[in-house]
């Protein structure tokens, strides 16, 4: 006879209590991971990275959201790696369909002509919605709205450093409200309208843009044009009042009327990353040197060998990515007047 396995709630309430020794000190903040309950396997290799190299000794929460129920071995294996108190929400459907406004035939048109041209998910409609879930509706999630920070977890990433400080903590006490690890040039057949969308945005809503934002990083001529840098959203941190605030969802509504998320492909990338260049001071962008991590295909290596011996770290520095002709993070020190660490210019 099969033996009864034990359900999610049965395991829940048995769960050992985690008390990490840094976890008196946590700021308002969680851990969030879209995913798809056949990303069980890959997220589940993530949350151990987290947990070993930073939040066994702070226990944050982690929120999961899903466009579907959650099930019962999703739940459990999670619950069961991370160590702060999970949560599981499911998406409302008017997050995750299409507004009135669009054509769902010009739409579909589109993704076939993208999937004919070989654009990556040129083709798919769920990746559309997910772009657009991330970039207008993950931080208004009912789980998301009592925290203040967020941090950003993908399946199948790597930490290869230890995370000798709290990240969150940083960014409340030095108002950052954006941060990255890898930044790299956008295909431009994904987003051939996106500027323009921008630009209709920036001239209506000039009170959005402050002076001394970083539009420098993303234009080469005042903003007349997009050079494509952008920051890799599958990691971020970040402040969810932020995207919470009038200036992000008037950017954003103003984005979504255009429909260029279902007709053409634009990504949260240069969506998150154009909103924190020309709405934020460019001191409110912080670049995480010392967290070292890897999505396929990229990898964040710090440069610096003591740093990497203080950390013990565990990648390869001739793999980093930010040195490379397809990254922008040599942009982003040139136009921050920022030092770029010792070893960077080492050889292969
Ligand atoms: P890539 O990194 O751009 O290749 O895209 P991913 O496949 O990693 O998707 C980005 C994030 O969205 C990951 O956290 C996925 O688990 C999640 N995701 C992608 N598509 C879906 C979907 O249809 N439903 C749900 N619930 N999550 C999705
Ligand atoms: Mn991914």
């Given at each position: 006879f099969p033996r009864p396995q034990p359900s999610y709630e049965d395991f829940k309430s048995s769960k050992p209590q985690n008390v990490g020794t840094n976890s008196s000190e946590r700021v308002n903040a969680t851990f969030v991971t879209l995913a798809r309950n056949s990303d069980i396997w890959e997220i589940a290799k993530s949350i151990r990275n987290v947990e070993d190299r930073f939040n066994r000794n702070y226990n944050y929460d982690w929120v999961f959201l899903n466009d579907q129920e959650f099930d019962d071995d999703f739940k459990k294996l999670t619950t069961s790696l991370a160590s702060g108190t999970t949560h599981y929400g499911k998406i409302p459907e008017e997050h995750w369909s299409y507004p009135d406004w669009i054509d769902q035939d010009k739409a579909k048109e589109a993704r076939e002509e993208m999937g004919r041209k070989k654009i990556i998910y040129g083709d798919s409609e769920s990746y559309r919605h997910m772009c657009r879930y991330e970039s207008g509706f993950f931080f208004r999630h009912p789980l998301m709205m009592n925290y203040e920070y967020y941090w950003r977890v993908e399946p199948s990433i790597e930490l290869y450093c230890d995370i000798g400080h709290d990240p969150f903590r940083f960014m409340k006490e030095n108002d950052k409200k954006y941060s990255f690890v890898i930044s790299l040039y956008e295909y431009i057949d994904t987003i051939p309208t996106l500027w323009d969308s921008v630009k209709k945005f920036l001239k209506s809503h000039p009170e959005h843009v402050p002076s001394g934002n970083a539009m420098e990083f993303i234009s080469e001529d005042g903003g007349e044009t997009y050079n494509k840098c952008h920051f890799w959203s599958n990691f971020e941190i970040g402040s969810l009042e932020w995207l919470r605030s009038k200036a992000y969802i008037d950017y954003f509504s103003s984005l979504d009327q255009d429909g260029g998320f279902f007709y053409e492909r634009w990504g949260d990338a240069p969506v998150h990353s154009i909103a924190a260049?020309?709405?934020?001071?460019?001191?409110?962008?912080?670049?995480?040197?010392?967290?070292?991590?890897?999505?396929?295909?990229?990898?964040?290596?710090?440069?610096?060998?003591?740093?990497?011996?203080?950390?013990?770290?565990?990648c390869k520095p001739e793999e980093n990515f930010d040195w490379k002709g397809y990254s922008c993070t040599n942009r982003w020190f040139k136009v921050n007047d920022l030092q770029k660490p010792d070893g960077w210019d080492k050889k292969d």
């Open positions: 260049a020309v709405m934020l001071k460019k001191e409110q962008i912080h670049f995480f040197n010392e967290i070292a991590y890897y999505h396929v295909p990229f990898t964040h290596c710090p440069s610096d060998e003591q740093t990497r011996l203080d950390l013990r770290c565990h």
